[in-house]
Structure formats: C-alpha cells, structure tokens
C-alpha cells in the first residue's frame, strides 16, 4: 500500500526536518524505529508528527523548541513526517487509539501509552508560545509524575 504512495522529495522537507532535529528532537523514519522509541518502559517521549503545512511551520515547530527549554522535559522527543515517513506515521498513528489522523500533531507518550495529544486544529487556532504552554504544562503532569 505505502510502495505506490507518493512522498515528498527529501529536498523539499530537509529544512523542516531540521526545524526540529535543531532541538535535539530525534527523526524516527521506520516502524521499528517508532516501535523501539515507544515501547514499554520507554518513559516518556514527545513524538511529533512533522508536516509541510504552514500551521506546522510557523506554530508548531517553534512550539516545540520553546517547549523543550522547560525545566520538566520528557525523557525523549521523536518526531516522523506526514509524506515522507508514510510507514512510521501510520505506526504513529495505530498507537494513537480513537484519535483523528492529524499533521502536525504532536503526543506524549509514556511506557508507549498516549497520555496527552495536541492536534491540528489545536495548532491552528493557536500561536507558538500558547501551544508551548500546553505542552509545557502536560510535561509537568505526566513527565515529573513518571519519575516518582
């Protein structure tokens, strides 16, 4: 099925990737990459699901990196791209049970379990700092209680 998808060209998408492997967010391209990255007793884990949409460029993106300057920080960050990494969103999306499809999204995770979901239409209706303070304050609930 994902064989005769059409991806994005990697020039295309480089940049975006790196709007977020800047902040030490780690690219997970494969399903086993994902798999290893969520899997239990993984702790937590912010995975973002990186898109070529404007919402992702201008609020998303920086979003993250404003919210990674936070002092209560997940054990981890991953990131797949809608369009590229067609194999490794789908298994994104598969661990996130009874949520719409949506890009840019971006889920917290821990033991590979969905605790927190941000999606598009919270993005769009929001600008960088206001979703960085969403992610924030769910870094405070489900990261810092992870490590008691």
Avoid: W
């Avoid at 492997?21 to 990255?37: C, M």
């Avoid at 981890?76 to 590229?84: E, K, R």
């Avoid at 927190?116 to 769009?124: D, K, L, S």
């Amino acid at each position: 099925m994902f064989s005769t998808a059409m991806r994005y060209p990697e020039q295309l998408i480089a940049r975006m990737r790196e709007d977020l492997t800047q902040y030490g967010v780690e690219e997970t391209r494969t399903p086993e990459e994902v798999n290893r990255k969520l899997a239990p007793g993984s702790g937590t884990v912010l995975m973002v699901v990186n898109s070529v949409c404007g919402c992702a460029a201008g609020k998303a993106r920086p979003a993250i990196g404003i919210a990674l300057q936070h002092h209560v920080r997940p054990d981890a960050t991953a990131t797949v791209f809608a369009g590229a990494d067609l194999e490794a969103v789908a298994r994104v999306r598969e661990l996130l049970t009874g949520v719409p499809p949506s890009s840019p999204s971006i889920a917290l995770f821990r033991d590979g379990k969905p605790v927190f979901v941000v999606h598009r239409h919270q993005i769009e209706s929001r600008q960088a700092p206001e979703i960085a303070k969403l992610l924030t304050e769910a870094f405070d609930q489900y990261c810092v209680s992870a490590r008691q």
